[in-house]
């Protein structure tokens, strides 16, 4: 009798094109707080929900409040790729996995070495004057007190998609002919709650399903092959093998 990982196992040896889908939970063994984990950021107190800091409106109001938050819980610049990160980046460098598309903004996986992401809600490594358009680095923004302001005075933006902003469609577009073509999705880390992004599966035309998280989501009873648990510690368990 076949484990759940050794199945993952012999799928990831019998695919030549896996797509990975993720989100917040993939680098949460990173150091990084998620949204909806118990531990996570929607269950931390706040003077303003963060679904709310989080929003167009809140920046434009109320920036210096919006850099606060974010600062202190958003731009993690000392975390380091965990071993699914790292095991995804060998996926890719093995030819067996043809992209990573990604809810999360911290750069983790180019960080691991994968090439090909398609990062839905933006990075925080991209900062734009929202006047001049010079951009800035992350930890530009990190060093900066208050809102932080361009040479021409402009305010600098995250180029991180905000609650009320569209997603980039270059972006979704790259995501969507990916998973179309992938042999293999691998959903992992994610409550599959926030939309558009996690619609994007509903692309998918093969019939092998993965799904590997923490908790339930809404979409387990749709796929061939659950596991429940931490990711990176599953996918450390994979030997990627090469074509
Ligand atoms: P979410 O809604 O917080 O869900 C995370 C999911 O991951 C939960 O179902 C957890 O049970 C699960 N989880 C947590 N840790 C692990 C683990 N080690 N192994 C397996 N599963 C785990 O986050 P989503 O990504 O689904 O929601 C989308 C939001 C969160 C996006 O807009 C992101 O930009 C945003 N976000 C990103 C980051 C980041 O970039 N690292 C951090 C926090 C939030």
Redesign the pocket.
């Known amino acids: 009798m076949e484990t759940d990982v050794q199945t993952l196992q012999r799928w990831i040896d019998e695919s030549r094109s896996i797509v990975f889908f ?9 150091g ?6 118990v531990d ?3 269950n931390q107190k706040y003077a303003y929900p963060p679904e709310e800091i ?1 929003s167009r409106t809140f920046f434009d109001r109320r920036p210096e409040e919006f850099y606060r938050f974010y600062r202190d ?2 731009l ?1 610049l000392t ?1 380091r790729p ?1 071993p ?1 990160h790292r095991k995804l980046a060998q996926l890719e460098a093995a030819g067996r996995l043809r992209s990573i598309v ?5 750069g ?1 996986h180019q960080l691991a070495g994968s090439k090909r992401v398609w990062e ?2 933006g990075s ?1 490594h991209r900062n734009h004057c929202m006047r001049c358009g010079k951009s800035y680095s992350a930890q530009w923004v990190l060093d900066s007190t208050g809102v932080p302001k361009c040479d021409c005075g402009g305010i600098v933006k995250p180029d ?2 905000l609650y009320e902003e569209q997603l980039d469609s270059d972006v979704i577009q790259g995501a969507v002919n990916d998973i179309q073509k992938a042999d293999l999705l691998i959903v ?7 939309y558009p ?2 619609g994007l599966i509903n692309y998918y035309r093969g019939s092998r399903l993965v799904l ?6 809404p979409r387990d009873g749709q796929a061939d092959l659950v596991l429940h ?6 996918l450390d368990q994979i030997e990627v093998k090469p074509l």
Do not use: W
Request: proline share 4%; aromatic share 4%.
């Open positions: 993720g989100g917040a939970g993939v680098s949460t063994e990173s990084i707080p998620d949204f909806r984990s996570g950021l929607y989080l819980k958003m993690c975390a965990n699914a990604t809810q999360n903004i911290d983790l839905l809600h925080v991180v998609v992992g880390g994610t409550s599959l709650a926030v992004a996690a590997i998280n923490k908790s339930e989501t648990g931490p990711i990176g510690q599953i």
